[in-house]
C-alpha cells in the first residue's frame, strides 16, 4: 500500500489541527494504521493507531484526551484530529501501515508502508 500524508501546517498554542493519511490499496479494510511524530533531534515516536477491521484505537498517553484518530474506509484515509495542542506537538508526522494485526502497533520495525510526513508546527 502507498500513503500520503497531508495536512500539516501552523497552529498556535491550544489550537487544533487535522492531518490525513490517503492510502492506496483494495484491502485496507484490513489494515492496521499507525501515527508517530519525530521532532528535531529525537527518536520516532508512536502517537495513534487504529485498527480498521475492528475500529479499535490507540494512544500514546501523551496525546491521550487530546487527539483522535478515525478512519473513512470508503475513502481509504485515516485522520488524525489534534486538539489543544502543545509545543512539544511540533514534529514531523508519518503514517504507516501493516497490513494484518499482529499487536505492536507502536513499534516502528512492524511497518512497511510509510508516507512522506507532514509537518505540524505549533507556536506559543
Known amino acids: 500500500v502507498q500513503l500520503q500524508a497531508s495536512g500539516g501546517g501552523s497552529v498556535q498554542a491550544g489550537g487544533s489541527l487535522r492531518v490525513s493519511c490517503a492510502a492506496s490499496?483494495?484491502?485496507?479494510?484490513?489494515?492496521?494504521i499507525s501515527w508517530f511524530r519525530q521532532a528535531p533531534g529525537k527518536e520516532r515516536e508512536f502517537v495513534a493507531a487504529?485498527?480498521?477491521?475492528?475500529?479499535?484505537?490507540y494512544y500514546a498517553d501523551s496525546v491521550k484526551g487530546r487527539f483522535t484518530i478515525s478512519s473513512d474506509n470508503a475513502k481509504n484515509t485515516v485522520y488524525l484530529q489534534m486538539n489543544s495542542v502543545k509545543s512539544e506537538d511540533t514534529a514531523v508526522y508519518y503514517c504507516?501501515?501493516?497490513?494484518?494485526?499482529?499487536?505492536?502497533?507502536?513499534?516502528?520495525?512492524?511497518?512497511?508502508?510509510w508516507g512522506q510526513g507532514t509537518l505540524v508546527t505549533v507556536s506559543s
Open positions: 504507516a501501515a501493516k497490513p494484518f494485526w499482529s499487536g505492536r502497533y507502536y513499534d516502528t520495525d512492524q511497518f512497511g508502508s
Open positions: 487504529i485498527r480498521l477491521y475492528t475500529g479499535n484505537t
Open positions: 490499496g483494495r484491502t485496507f479494510s484490513t489494515y492496521v
